[in-house]
């Protein structure tokens, strides 16, 4: 298992927490309009990503992450990897 793989075994699991309405959840699926998480949704999320990765995402970083896929690699790069 690669670490692009590990990161996305746990990021479907922090989405599947928030996933209040069971949506099914692929690399290109969308926070604000698939999901229809609110901002508040999203912060709590990120902050749970935050503290399972131990990064920091900025809010202007926060703001240009629009799909899963796209999260699993900003957190890839965060870590440095």
Do not use: H, P, Y
């Given at each position: 298992?690669t670490?692009?793989?590990e990161?996305?075994s ?5 989405v599947a927490?928030?996933?209040?309405k069971?949506?099914?959840?692929a690399?290109d699926?969308?926070?604000a ?9 999203v ?13 920091i ?7 240009e992450?629009?799909?899963?896929g ?5 957190v890839g ?5």
């Amino acid at each position: 298992m690669t670490d692009r793989d590990e990161r996305k075994s746990k990021i479907l699991g922090l989405v599947a927490e928030f996933n209040k309405k069971g949506i099914a959840v692929a690399e290109d699926t969308r926070f604000a309009q698939d999901l229809e998480w609110d901002s508040l949704t999203v912060m709590d999320f990120v902050a749970a990503v935050e503290d399972e990765f131990d990064i920091i995402i900025t809010m202007n970083r926060a703001a240009e992450i629009e799909t899963v896929g796209s999260l699993i690699d900003a957190v890839g790069e965060l870590q440095g990897q």
